[in-house]
């Protein structure tokens, strides 16, 4: 993860980011203007929308937002209260796995351990 703070990191998205008009709207207000010039946070309930509409990760742009509010200490606390963060990658993967049982999904067997370790490599790796 990066060191920059989260109006750097932002600023340096908007550089890459070819703006469209539904994009202009938002990414041009007086809120996200004063975020990106460091002088206000950005709303946590906000991240998703900005972070889709930046084209970045949203876990890292939280962890980001986050760092406005808390230090690393209650953001750690937070971390193992709410368990291992979870990639979108690993979202459809969970997706997937939940759709393909009928009810409780149940610890791995060895079969299945070895099915998804195989599934999971490149193709070509060993």
Excluded at 98 to 117: E, I, N, Q, T
Aim: with cysteine; hydrophobic share 40%.
């Amino acid at each position: 993860m990066t060191n920059l703070s989260i109006w750097e990191f932002l600023n340096e998205r908007r550089l890459e980011v070819t703006p469209t008009a539904s994009k202009e709207s938002f990414l041009e207000s007086r809120l996200f203007q004063m975020v990106l010039s460091g002088d206000a946070k950005l709303p946590l309930d906000l991240v998703e929308e900005v972070a889709e509409l930046m084209g970045c990760d949203k876990h890292q742009l939280f962890r980001m937002a986050m760092r406005q509010f808390y230090d690393d200490k209650a953001i750690s606390l937070f971390e193992r209260m709410l368990g291992s963060p979870v990639t979108d990658e690993e979202q459809k993967w969970l997706h997937e796995i939940r759709s393909a049982v009928d009810g409780p999904v149940s610890a791995p067997s060895g079969m299945a351990k070895r099915l998804v370790r195989a599934l999971a490599k490149p193709n070509g790796s060993e």
